[in-house]
């Protein structure tokens, strides 16, 4: 059953081995904990800490995060299905009246909550949305460069109305509707600081062979991969999360991707003619939209 109360929030998350494939899973949960009214963790089936993560968390919640166990089957692994399917069991417990996403490399500002909580004011009024849509920032090598183009998304739905058939679109990447409709969304003021590209190689590597078998393909042998220097990297000059503070102070074995090399191949190509396209007409010709803006 659903909650009643007004403008009720319930987090939700999925995570697997989160301290070996280096993921800021606690920083992320903390990150998003003063916007939620409950928080559901479902933890896979790890080979590392994470399980003890996630009863630290609960500890530390006063109750706020509930956790429940699950098992990562081999069934359907081509297109991320299980990360959907994981995602999908998750959301099935939450009961108020929002839901809110947050993936284990993810983390929202602070300083972005007031207009988050006035987006769900005024959504909860509209009964035509379905949700409110994030900006992203992805940052890459390390925390002082994020990076833009095409291969990057730029927003994506990360709260919606609880009881309107809504679950996670293939990889769970984004939501849709029921017969996979597209969610009716208004800008909600806020910020996702997506981590999951601030590597180093070896650590590139390992989270890459890790990652491969649930989109059907064959495990890797997790070597290293190199950091380059993309078109799109961009110095950011502003502050993180307060919770990342002392975890991009002990990381002190990044790389600054500006000087590294670079490797041109058609997408990066495309990049760059986007951004150059971008920096006269700010419109993206083509970009994929897993949402409906009104």
């Not at 849509?133 to 927003?155: A, C, Q, S, T, V």
């Not at 590294?260 to 997408?267: A, L, M, P």
Request: hydrophobic fraction near 35%; charged fraction near 25%; charge should be positive.
């Amino acid at each position: 059953m659903i909650s009643t109360r007004p403008h009720s929030v319930s987090g939700f998350t999925i995570v697997r081995n989160a301290e070996k494939l280096g993921y800021p899973f606690l920083e992320s949960v903390r990150s998003v904990l003063p916007l939620c009214d409950e928080f559901w963790i479902g933890c896979g089936d790890s080979d590392d800490s994470t399980l003890a993560f996630c009863h630290s968390l609960v500890a530390e919640s006063g109750g706020k995060v509930k956790l429940f166990e699950t098992t990562w089957t081999r069934e359907s692994q081509s297109g991320g299905f299980q990360l959907k399917k994981q995602t999908d069991e998750v959301l099935k417990r939450c009961i108020n009246q929002w839901c809110l996403y947050i993936q284990a490399d993810e983390l929202m500002h602070e300083a972005d909550f007031d207009s988050v909580r006035a987006a769900i004011e005024v959504a909860t009024l509209r009964t035509n949305i379905d949700g409110l849509l994030f900006d992203y920032l992805h940052f890459y090598g390390n925390y002082d460069y994020e990076i833009r183009g095409r291969n990057w998304y730029r927003r994506e739905v990360r709260l919606f109305k609880n009881g309107r058939g809504i679950s996670a679109y293939r990889d769970a990447q984004g939501f849709r509707g029921p017969e996979e409709r597209k969610l009716r969304v208004l800008p909600s003021g806020g910020r996702v600081f997506h981590y999951g590209y601030v590597r180093t190689p070896k650590s590139l590597g390992i989270k890459s062979g890790q990652m491969a078998q649930w989109w059907g393909n064959a495990q890797s042998t997790e070597g290293e991969i190199p950091i380059r220097r993309h078109v799109g990297l961009t110095r950011y000059l502003r502050s993180h999360p307060a919770v990342m503070k002392n975890r991009i102070a002990s990381q002190t074995d990044l790389v600054d991707p500006t000087r590294q090399s670079r490797h041109w191949d058609w997408t990066e190509v495309k990049n760059a003619i986007t951004l150059a396209w971008e920096r006269i007409i700010p419109v993206r010709i083509g970009e994929f939209r897993n949402y409906e803006l009104s």
